[in-house]
């Protein structure tokens, strides 16, 4: 069994490697890392994606992962989200795995600690672990329903449905028609930066270099959103413009 992760502060590596303990035989496997290779081919029979929600959605590199990628070997497919979301976005899997004759057998969502500092606060100590101990206690029930191969679909309630299949999917093509919204050309370094070169290393785009000992987002590749470089840096160096992250605190797993 193969599980396919997409994380950059932590969150979704973090539950990856719980879920790993919990399964029979499972390797993890950085979905960044098959991003250069075309038509990447699945081995195993099972195989799972864990990830979080951006823009109410599916990450864009989950979202190529799943295109480029070749599940004819598979027989059981879960995906596991590590923000609560919307049924929406396991139909949206299943939708792309369709075109190969394939389907999402069982789609999972749980909590982990929010990152978006753009918009909202850091957590604090206390609702960090109550967050963990339920996410860990959750995580037991969905191996479980992995182990035995069981079907799993979560179903939005009908009052949801409106908002479901009508706001969230505008809501998630304007941020990413622009990119969120902008974002990506609004990282720098202020004057505390003392060129570590911790966002360079940790970025999952390549999209950092140290230039003259100081981070530099070159513009011509793509960010993955995954706010990586902000919350690693050690100093709080890292900002976005016009967003006031200097007093949102910092989080990683």
Known sequence: MEIFYFSGTGNS??????????????SLVPIMATSDEKGYKIRDEVIGLVFPIHA?????????????????STSYIFALATRECF?????????????????????????????????FETYSPAEVERVEGAMLEKLEG????ITEGKPHRPKDPAWSFP??????????WWYQKVRFPDMERSFYADDTCTGCGICERVCLSNKIQLVDGKPVWDETVQCSYCFACLHFCPG??????GRKTASKGRYHH
């Open 87 to 119: 049924a929406r976005v396991f139909d949206d899997i299943d939708r792309i795995l369709q075109r190969q004759d394939k389907k999402l057998d069982a789609g999972f969502s749980l909590e982990m600690p929010q990152n978006y500092i753009p918009i």
């Open 13 to 26: 590596l973090h539950v990856a490697r719980e879920l790993a303990l919990r399964l029979s035989n499972a």
């Open 56 to 72: 109410l959605t599916l990450p864009w590199p989950v979202h190529a992962f799943l295109e480029m990628t070749d599940f004819s």
């Open 142 to 145: 969905i191996a479980k329903t």
């Open 236 to 241: 709080e160096a890292v900002q976005i413009r």
């Open 163 to 172: 908002l479901a299949h009508g706001l969230v999917p505008m809501i998630s």
